[in-house]
């Protein structure tokens, strides 16, 4: 089993989209890359910690590498706005990529190159995992507790959809 951290955006979202992966094992939202030594929903929506939305997704690589996952982060959010995923903005919503073993910085350092080569300009940004803070008990799953809650249904289903239609054979069934 590997992990990875990752920012998207706000993490009702990624979370929806890497609980639909075949060989995903767990996805849990949460909180990294701040100062502050502790973090919370509130204290990061209003920007003072630092830290960023993110989710922990912890996958069997014999079921789904690390290509693939990336793959399917940069498909299914926006690398190329800095702090902004839609009508979120702030540094909590940043594109970054926290890796939790050296190996994973040469698949994430060619993954964005190769973006890069096509013309798209990724800010997303890739350093070592810091702490990772869980967020609060009724994040987890947000999405699949409250399907009718007005931001997921205006967010999640377009990237749901992305998901179906370009990433089909790694969806769980």
């Known amino acids: 089993m590997q992990s990875i951290i990752l920012g998207g955006g706000c993490f009702w979202c990624t979370q929806s989209v890497f609980t639909s992966i075949k ?3 767990s996805v849990i939202s ?6 502050a030594d502790t973090a919370n929903y509130e204290s990061v929506c209003m920007g003072d910690t630092g830290h960023v939305e993110v989710v922990k997704v912890v996958f069997d690589e014999r079921e789904i590498g690390l290509s693939v996952i990336l793959d399917i982060f940069f498909a299914t959010h926006d690398p190329t706005t800095l702090n902004r995923q839609g009508n979120d903005i702030g540094s909590q919503y940043a594109s970054v990529i926290f890796y939790t073993q050296e190996s994973q910085l040469e698949h ?21 995992a810091p702490t990772f803070y869980p ?12 399907p009718t809650q007005s931001y997921c249904n205006f967010t999640i ?9 370009a990433f089909a054979d790694h969806l769980k069934s």
């Open 23 to 25: 060989g995903v094992h």
């Open 30 to 35: 949460g909180y990294a890359g701040g100062l």
């Open 108 to 128: 994430i350092t060619n993954k964005i190159n190769h973006l890069k080569s096509q013309g798209i300009d990724i800010v997303t940004q890739s350093a070592p």
């Open 135 to 146: 967020a609060e008990e009724y994040h987890q799953n947000f999405y699949a507790k409250n």
């Open 157 to 165: 289903p377009p990237k749901l959809m992305k998901l179906r239609t």
